[in-house]
T-cell receptor, first 111, second 115 residues
Framework: AQRVTQPEKLLSVFKGAPVELKCNYS??????LFWYVQYSRQRLQLLLR??SRESIKGFTADLNKGETSFHLKKPFAQEEDSAMYYC?????????????FGKGTKLSVKP | DTGVSQDPRHKITKRGQNVTFRCDPI?????LYWYRQTLGQGPEFLTY????????KSRLLSDRFSAERPKGSFSTLEIQRTEQGDSAMYLC?????????????FGPGTRLLVL
C-alpha cells in the first residue's frame, strides 16, 4: 500500500542549528515526492519536489530509493521556518495523480 | 487574489443537517481535487475532477458525500445527514499540467464542526 510516514510530530531546534525532517515512504513503482509547508494562518503550499532537485528557502531533500526516504534538510534554521511540514507522494490511479500525505511534522525554531 | 478560494471558511452545523461547500479554482486550471484533513493528520484525498468529469472517488467518500463541477469551473461538495465524524477541514486544490509538471495549489479550506 502507498504510505508516507513522518515519525516526528514535533521537532524543536534553536535558530542557526541544522534541521532534518524525516520522511519515509512505501510505494510500488517510481515515486514522485514533495514537501508541502503550512505557515501559521496560511494555506498549504508546495515547498519543493524531488524531480526538480532545487533548493527552496535553503531547504533541500534527496530521494534515497534504497532507504525509501525523502528527508528535508536545512543547514541553519531560521525562526521564520517555524511551520507545519508535510511530506507527500503522488499516487497515480487511473488517469491522474492524487497526493498521499504524511501526518506532518511541526517545526519550531527557537530564538 | 487569483488563488484557490473556498466558501464558507467555517461552518457549524447540527448532526443530521446537510451542508454544502464551494471551491473556486485558479482560473483555467482543469483539475480540481477535494481533500479532508482531521486533527493530527495530513490531508486525505476524497475526489478529483478533470474539467466537469469526476474521474476518481476515494473510499472515504461515503454515499452521503457528493461533489459536482457542473461547468468545469467551480465545484461544490455536499455532505448529507452530517455526522460528528465529518468534523474536519475540507481542502480544495486545483492544478494544470500533468505528471511531473503538475503542481496542486490549495485553498484555505472550510472548517466544519458537527455538533
Amino acid at each position: 500500500a502507498q504510505r508516507v510516514t513522518q515519525p516526528e510530530k514535533l521537532l524543536s531546534v534553536f535558530k542557526g542549528a541544522p534541521v532534518e525532517l524525516k520522511c519515509n515512504y512505501s510505494y510500488s513503482g517510481s515515486p514522485e515526492l514533495f514537501w508541502y509547508v503550512q505557515y501559521s494562518r496560511q494555506r498549504l503550499q508546495l515547498l519543493l519536489r524531488h524531480i526538480s532537485r532545487e533548493s527552496i528557502k535553503g531547504f533541500t531533500a534527496d530521494l534515497n530509493k534504497g532507504e525509501t526516504s525523502f528527508h528535508l534538510k536545512k543547514p541553519f534554521a531560521q525562526e521564520e521556518d517555524s511551520a507545519m511540514y508535510y511530506c507527500a507522494l503522488i499516487h497515480y490511479g487511473g488517469s491522474q495523480g492524487n497526493l498521499i500525505f504524511g501526518k506532518g511534522t511541526k517545526l519550531s525554531v527557537k530564538p | 487574489d487569483t488563488g484557490v478560494s473556498q466558501d464558507p471558511r467555517h461552518k457549524i452545523t447540527k448532526r443530521g443537517q446537510n451542508v454544502t461547500f464551494r471551491c473556486d479554482p485558479i482560473s483555467e486550471h482543469n483539475r480540481l481535487y477535494w481533500y479532508r484533513q482531521t486533527l493530527g493528520q495530513g490531508p486525505e484525498f476524497l475526489t478529483y475532477f478533470q474539467n466537469e468529469a469526476q474521474l476518481e472517488k476515494s473510499r472515504l467518500l461515503s454515499d452521503r458525500f457528493s461533489a459536482e463541477r457542473p461547468k468545469g469551473s467551480f465545484s461544490t461538495l455536499e455532505i448529507q445527514r452530517t455526522e460528528q465524524g465529518d468534523s474536519a477541514m475540507y481542502l480544495c486544490a486545483s492544478s494544470s499540467g500533468a505528471g511531473v509538471t503538475e503542481t496542486q495549489y490549495f485553498g484555505p479550506g472550510t472548517r466544519l464542526l458537527v455538533l
